[in-house]
């Protein structure tokens, strides 16, 4: 066969294969069937925001992660600390009021001779250096107190 004749039959062929579906040239019919690619499997969601917790510190509405008293002597309540927020009394005689301590949530009394009372601890209450009273009323123990 000549040159010519030559390729004219293979564009011939060329443009009968781009004629033909997709299924037929992606393989013999005994190969398993080709798919499109997947997508990418969406990614993992982000980390939950965290939660905020508000209590009223010497009668001051405070919201946060983290709830700090003062230096001195405080008077907190709280209806619950969430998961993973702390409410912080810092040093002074503190007195600490909470209903709930979720399971990872903290309260620390800090430094001073303070007074914690819990409801329901599920996480973690510690008094502190000092001479510090803990009433927890159901849940784990308190940490750091008599």
Known sequence: ????KRRTARLA???AALTLPAAVLAG??????RTAPQAAPPAAPAEKAKKLTTCSVN????TGAVVHGTPGPDRITCESVDAFTVVDG???DDFIDVGIVGPYGRVNGGFG??????????????GGPGLDSCVILQGNRALDCP
């Open 1 to 4: 066969m000549n040159p010519v």
């Open 13 to 15: 062929a060329l443009a």
């Open 28 to 33: 013999p019919a005994h190969a398993a069937p």
């Open 59 to 62: 009668g001051i509405p405070v």
């Open 90 to 92: 810092l040093g002074g």
């Open 113 to 126: 001779n303070d007074r914690i009372f819990v409801h329901l601890n599920l996480g973690v209450v510690d």
